[in-house]
């Protein structure tokens, strides 16, 4: 039986706050390609994929357009975290260095390009603390569908069962549900979601939070487990 824990992450608006950056890439890539659209319009469609994201905006416009408007846009935004660097969001450096100390193994699950995914993580100085990445492109199906998580968890070898999902969005929520796994959900505006547990902030988390939340039968060893390799 394993013994492993895992806990993971969703990074956009869970880890970091990259809205601004996001709204910034999008509105100068489309205007690049003489296309607007409103800020209601990218926060109505914000943490989902890049393809969803343009069908919805641009409908039967050619693929090939499509792609070179999401690649203008996620070249603009990683140059941004690069320029301007990038926080991780309250209680998120504690939690991921604490998680980490403890034995956890965890991993990033995200509907973003595997090339932002690593730029955040560097930006943060916190790749090392992370055994695995599930980033767009391993993934069919975006959230609520729970590929990524069920993709995660396979990456780090633990069952779905010993799996905790943090995420800010009732999408990343539900497809936590879906693959068997607890949740954490973090509602900086207030707004319900349907998670295990429901903080406004990582940092008004109770001390054995992550713990609680899996049977005692699945805890750890209080020894320094030595993580495995990034996989790639």
Not at 43 to 70: H, M, P, V, Y
Not at 74 to 88: A, D, F, S, T, W
Not at 163 to 191: F, L, N, P, Q, T
Request: hydrophobic share 45%; glycine share 6%; with cysteine.
């Amino acid at each position: 039986m394993c013994d492993s824990r895992a806990v993971l992450w969703d990074m956009d608006g869970t880890l970091i706050d990259s809205e601004e950056y996001h709204w910034i890439s999008w509105r100068d890539a489309l205007f690049v390609e003489g296309i607007t659209i409103t800020h209601d319009q990218f926060l109505a469609t914000f943490g989902q994929r890049n393809d969803s994201i343009l069908t919805r905006w641009l409908g039967t416009a050619s693929q090939s357009l499509k792609e070179k408007i999401g690649n203008t846009k996620e070249e603009i935004y990683r140059n941004l975290v690069r320029e301007r660097g990038i926080e991780p969001l309250p209680g998120v450096a504690k939690w991921v260095r604490q998680l980490h100390e403890e034995g956890w193994l965890q991993a990033i699950a995200s509907a973003a390009p595997r090339k932002n995914v690593e730029v955040v993580l560097d930006a943060l100085s916190a790749a090392h603390r992370f055994q695995a990445i599930v980033s767009a492109e391993d993934v069919r199906r975006g959230k609520p569908d729970p590929e990524v998580y069920l993709k995660a968890a396979e990456r780090v070898r633990v069952p779905p069962a010993q799996c905790i999902v943090v995420e800010d969005a009732a999408a990343g929520v539900e497809g936590a549900r879906a693959a068997g796994m607890k949740s954490i959900g973090v509602s900086r505006d207030g707004h319900h979601l349907p998670a295990d547990l429901v903080v406004q902030s990582l940092d008004l988390l109770q001390p054995d939070a992550f713990a609680a939340l899996l049977p005692r039968g699945h805890e750890i060893e209080n020894t320094l487990v030595v993580p495995r390799t990034l996989v790639l």
